[in-house]
């Protein structure tokens, strides 16, 4: 057999598949629909989006493949998938931290989707209000960086938001050098969040030592500003060079490659159990000695595992703080059941903050 015949019979083959996939899609575009218009008939929901089936079909996918595409790119079209058939019935529209480009948009992307509305906003208060009105259906913020750590201002925003977290999302941050210049030494700036041009200062120092350092607001707007720019460079991610039609000349320059920025999904329902879940809890503890011990007893003594804990002014009174906490397990799980119940006899306040599946790559 020539080579020219072998190719020609295994682009036949994958032209087979092509049709075979297309109809199997369609069908489970019809399924979806079906099941769409059923719980609409039965069930009192102001959404179709459930964040716990999404989460379980996203983990049999990854459980099931076998390669040879990686289990993070299989997980990212069986996203696509899942919602440009939720589309159909509903078009979610998702508030972010703006502006266009940012890495916050990219992480709504990667959790809902490019089949969905997204919003830009100017502000992480913004992005609650809009959640809050209903303006719209969800909404993703920062709330901590491996590297620069808590974003304080989200949780400000949790304290007296009625919100609920129904989500999270990891993205590993990369930065990439987005400019129209063909070569380095043409670069006479280079535009950035502060935090971006922080955490690329070496390869900046090695690589443009004389490019003038500009600090903006947010990688976005960066982006924006270099769009019209032909000796300058921006910091950004692949939505901004993809937004603002911008040329990578140099990607992953960041001093950190292992940098990864968790941003919280807020909706205004609550999420039932998806089988792998973390709660995000606020408390405050009475001003006395051992009182934080004793809180922290309530998950040790009913064997819940705490992931992270972070300290807040109250804004109540002088020297109050309040505690957020992320423990394992669903709110409805007995054994947090049993260490929130413990931890509200003996804590000032308690508040559920929401239960939802842990991030899916």
Request: glycine share 4%; net charge negative.
């Amino acid at each position: 057999m020539s080579e020219q015949s072998k190719l020609t019979g295994l682009r036949n083959r994958i032209d087979e598949i092509d049709i075979r996939l297309l109809e199997l899609i369609s069908d489970r575009a019809r399924l979806a629909k079906e099941i769409a218009e059923v719980k609409g008939q039965t069930e009192n929901n102001n959404s179709f989006y459930r964040p716990e089936r999404e989460a379980q079909i996203l983990r049999k996918i990854i459980e099931k493949n076998s390669g040879p595409l990686s289990e993070e790119e299989m997980a990212r079209l069986f996203r696509e998938i899942m919602s440009a058939c939720l589309a159909m019935e509903q078009v979610l529209n998702i508030a972010y931290l703006g502006p266009e480009g940012t890495f916050t948009q990219t992480a709504a992307l990667k959790h809902f989707g490019h089949s969905v509305k997204t919003t830009a906003l100017g502000s992480i208060d913004q992005v609650f209000r809009e959640v809050e009105s209903c303006a719209s259906h969800y909404g993703v913020v920062p709330i901590e960086n491996s590297i620069e750590g808590v974003v304080n201002h989200t949780l400000d925003m949790l304290i007296n938001s009625p919100l609920h977290i129904c989500g999270e999302v990891e993205l590993r941050i990369h930065h990439h050098l987005l400019t129209k210049a063909k070569k380095p030494d043409q670069i006479k700036q280079v535009y950035s969040h502060q935090q971006s041009l922080a955490q690329c200062r070496a390869w900046l120092d090695t690589h443009l030592p004389d490019a003038e350092r500009i600090a903006v607001s947010s990688n976005g707007e960066a982006a924006r500003l270099v769009s019209n720019k032909n000796h300058a460079a921006s910091i950004a991610g692949e939505t901004a060079a993809e937004y603002y039609d911008l040329p990578i000349l140099y990607r992953n320059i960041e001093d950190h490659p292992d940098n990864t920025t968790r941003f919280l999904v807020l909706g205004r329902h609550d999420t039932t159990p998806s089988g792998k879940d973390k709660t995000s809890i606020l408390f405050s503890a009475p001003n006395q000695p051992g009182a934080l011990h004793d809180m922290l007893a309530c998950f040790a003594e009913n064997n819940v595992s705490m992931t992270r804990i972070e300290s807040r002014p109250s804004r109540v009174g002088m020297w109050d703080y309040v505690f957020f906490v992320d423990v394992e397990g669903h709110a409805q799980d007995a054994k947090v059941v049993a260490a929130l119940k413990k931890l509200e006899s003996v804590a000032s306040m308690v508040k559920v903050l929401g239960s939802y599946p842990v991030a899916v790559l």
